[in-house]
């Protein structure tokens, strides 16, 4: 499986999850812009891509803020090429704490990131990619969109509108040669992670489970994430509407896709 001539963007890629998307999707070939508020974390990804040879732009956005988002998108474009390949990984945990409690501004700032990001950039894709009649869209999602969890409203919510976004766009999409599912990663080791683990019992009611699954080696590297992620973007992989997690059989898929042991 081979990524090559695929252009790719990647929003929340400066670090975690998103770093190890990027870095892997230009493992495999692809272009790979490199999307995120943070340019010097930004920056540090690209220089890693380039030492392994991969191609790669950094590209500072808000994926909250529409004009910046069609910029990003236009650009890629103009210094690049099209994007054949959205992958939606932008995301903030806060706020963590009863909602009685939460900040008004800081929670719906959450929403129009983890929920209006994912909207703004599949919006500014999608024209090139219907009219190209390919496209592979891949929404980062969590199993806090299908658990609920005292203390985390606005990401448990934020993440059931995604994979709802998700299945509604697919049946929009259906026989249009582009597609779009999500991912539930689970517990990796990222900021977000750390985020959570410091959380007070107060604020977060199920903190020690996370603690607990740190203690006892349960927290996956985002890597072997990425890799699968790899796969979904990938022309071999045809994943509509889905919503995905790490299991045996997508291992294997991706695996023989990639020409690795099964």
């Given at each position: 499986?081979?990524?090559?001539?695929?252009?790719?963007?990647?929003?929340?890629?400066?670090?975690?999850?998103?770093?190890?998307?990027?870095?892997?999707?230009?493992?495999?070939?692809?272009?790979?812009?490199?999307?995120?508020?943070?340019?010097?974390?930004?920056?540090?990804?690209?220089?890693?891509?380039?030492?392994?040879?991969?191609?790669?732009?950094?590209?500072?956005?808000?994926?909250?803020?529409?004009?910046?988002?069609?910029?990003?998108?236009?650009?890629?474009?103009r210094?690049?090429?099209?994007?054949?390949?959205?992958?939606?990984?932008?995301?903030?945990?806060?706020?963590?704490?009863?909602?009685?409690?939460?900040?008004?501004t800081?929670?719906?700032?959450?929403i129009?990131?983890?929920?209006?990001?994912?909207?703004?950039?599949?919006?500014?894709?999608?024209?090139?990619?219907?009219?190209?009649?390919?496209?592979?869209?891949?929404?980062?999602?969590?199993?806090?969109?299908?658990?609920?969890?005292?203390?985390?409203?606005?990401?448990?919510?934020?993440?059931?509108?995604?994979?709802?976004?998700?299945?509604?766009?697919?049946?929009?999409l259906d026989?249009?040669?582009?597609?779009v599912?999500?991912?539930?990663?689970?517990s990796?080791?990222?900021?977000?992670?750390?985020?959570?683990?410091?959380?007070?019992p107060?604020?977060?009611?199920?903190?020690?489970?996370?603690?607990?699954?740190?203690?006892?080696?349960?927290?996956?590297?985002?890597?072997?994430?990425a890799?699968?992620?790899?796969?979904?973007?990938?022309?071999?992989?045809?994943?509509?509407?889905?919503?995905?997690?790490?299991?045996?059989?997508?291992?294997?898929?991706?695996?023989?896709?990639?020409?690795?042991?099964?």
């Amino acid at each position: 499986m081979k990524l090559t001539g695929q252009t790719a963007i990647v929003t929340g890629g400066g670090r975690g999850l998103g770093r190890a998307i990027a870095e892997q999707l230009a493992r495999l070939g692809a272009h790979v812009v490199v999307a995120s508020r943070n340019a010097p974390e930004l920056d540090e990804v690209v220089l890693a891509i380039k030492r392994e040879r991969g191609r790669a732009l950094a590209y500072a956005a808000d994926v909250a803020d529409e004009r910046q988002v069609q910029e990003l998108v236009f650009n890629t474009e103009r210094w690049v090429g099209p994007a054949t390949i959205l992958v939606n990984n932008a995301g903030v945990v806060d706020p963590v704490g009863p909602l009685a409690r939460a900040d008004s501004t800081v929670w719906l700032r959450h929403i129009a990131i983890n929920v209006g990001g994912v909207f703004l950039a599949t919006r500014a894709v999608l024209p090139g990619m219907l009219e190209r009649g390919y496209g592979r869209i891949v929404n980062i999602s969590s199993h806090a969109a299908a658990r609920p969890s005292a203390g985390r409203t606005a990401y448990s919510a934020s993440k059931a509108a995604v994979e709802q976004l998700t299945r509604s766009l697919a049946l929009e999409l259906d026989g249009t040669g582009v597609t779009v599912c999500a991912f539930r990663p689970g517990s990796i080791e990222t900021r977000m992670q750390e985020r959570i683990r410091r959380a007070s019992p107060e604020d977060y009611p199920d903190v020690e489970e996370h603690r607990e699954k740190k203690r006892t080696g349960q927290v996956g590297d985002p890597k072997d994430r990425a890799r699968l992620i790899a796969y979904l973007v990938s022309e071999a992989a045809v994943r509509n509407g889905q919503i995905l997690e790490p299991d045996e059989a997508l291992e294997r898929e991706a695996a023989a896709a990639m020409g690795a042991p099964v």
